[in-house]
């Protein structure tokens, strides 16, 4: 549109019919498949990697050692907690035919008494750490991620391999959606997920766990989804794109993006023609949705039945306006 046009009295406008619909408006979002039975292994106690054992990708049996510890330390506090369980054993004893020949006291055989009961739970903890000191696959499945090397000196409980058990049914996808959409996602509900690695094919999901609280970084909140994999094959780590369908079927007015004269966030301003056609009244909606081509509000906050789309940017409130041809949405 010229400079020229716009110094008239009045601005030439073009003006469309809005849509009312009640179809369902559809939820987008994009998530990360993972299989439902994750597991993380670690090394109860900390120290220095001597071994590992399997790569990512490899397939493990339960019970195959993954990696293990240096363990010179754990033996030595084995052995040192032997010899001193080995000590008060005959310290004990001698001090018991002390006792029993009237030479030494009660005291000092409740002492030594103690002493080895002592001794002997320094050992259970010591053996149980150096049982501890491997790590052994707890069930038959595929290694997802290695998070440590040989010779890398670990913290007690630090991830090493993330497995993924192969008794596994399903397969998981978590989505993280806005509060806004919240109201419209209940368990159960139904969604579509696309990957690129299937093209042309459709898989569905349904949500089966909600969180209770936002991420406190994102504001967002995790949704869980149940995904039907029809016999084929996903991986975990694949990025798919998830399309929720909610329950609820509110009556929507779909406006045309070009219609937009300003929007803030969810806030945009847009003109319609007031009932002689001659001038603009700026309107300010919430929208409910954002497309392509289109945004959604309520019906209730839309009751005109048409819009100003081009030459909205050059109108403010009562401008004067000449429409110069009328088009119905495509």
């Known amino acids: 549109m010229s400079d020229s046009l716009v110094k008239k009295n009045f601005v030439p406008v073009y003006v469309e019919d809005i849509q009312t619909t009640s179809e369902v408006i559809p939820i987008f979002a994009i998530g990360r498949v993972s299989s439902d039975t994750e597991t993380k292994l670690s090394f109860k106690t900390g120290g220095y990697i001597s071994a590992m054992k399997a790569r990512e990708g490899d397939y493990v049996k339960k019970g195959r050692l993954l990696a293990r510890l240096s363990t010179e330390e754990i033996d030595a506090q084995v052995l040192k907690a032997e010899r001193g369980l080995q000590k008060s054993k005959r310290d004990l004893e001698r001090v018991t035919n002390m006792y029993n020949d009237s030479v030494a006291t009660l005291e000092n055989v409740q002492d030594l008494t103690t002493q080895v009961e002592?001794?002997?739970a320094d050992l259970r903890i010591a053996k149980y750490n150096q049982q501890y000191s491997n790590i052994v696959s707890p069930v038959s499945g595929r290694i997802l991620h290695r998070l440590a090397e040989s010779n890398e000196l670990v913290a007690p409980g630090q991830p090493i391999f993330v497995i993924a058990s192969s008794a596994g049914q399903s397969y998981i996808m978590k989505v993280n959606i806005s509060d806004k959409d919240m109201p419209?996602?209940?368990?159960?509900?139904?969604?579509?997920?696309?990957?690129d690695?299937?093209?042309g094919k459709i898989f569905t999901a349904k949500v089966n766990r909600i969180a209770e609280s936002a991420d406190p970084a994102t504001g967002t909140f995790e949704i869980e989804l149940s995904i039907d994999a029809n016999k084929n094959r996903l991986r975990n780590g694949m990025i798919g794109k998830v399309s929720f369908q909610p329950s609820s079927q509110n009556s929507y007015v779909k406006i045309p993006m070009m219609s937009i004269a300003e929007g803030d966030q969810d806030i945009v301003?847009?003109?319609?023609p007031d009932e002689s056609d001659t001038l603009a009244i700026e309107r300010k909606l919430r929208v409910v949705r954002f497309g392509d081509k289109h945004v959604w509000v309520n019906q209730k906050e839309m009751p005109?039945?048409?819009?100003?789309?081009?030459?909205s940017a050059y109108l403010k409130d009562g401008q004067i306006i000449k429409i110069l041809e009328s088009k119905i949405t495509q």
Not at 304 to 311: S, V
């Open 118 to 120: 002592v001794i002997e």
């Open 269 to 272: 301003k847009i003109f319609t």
């Open 304 to 311: 005109e039945k048409r819009i100003i789309t081009a030459g």
């Open 197 to 199: 690695a299937f093209k």
């Open 184 to 195: 419209l996602i209940s368990y159960g509900t139904q969604a579509n997920l696309t990957f």
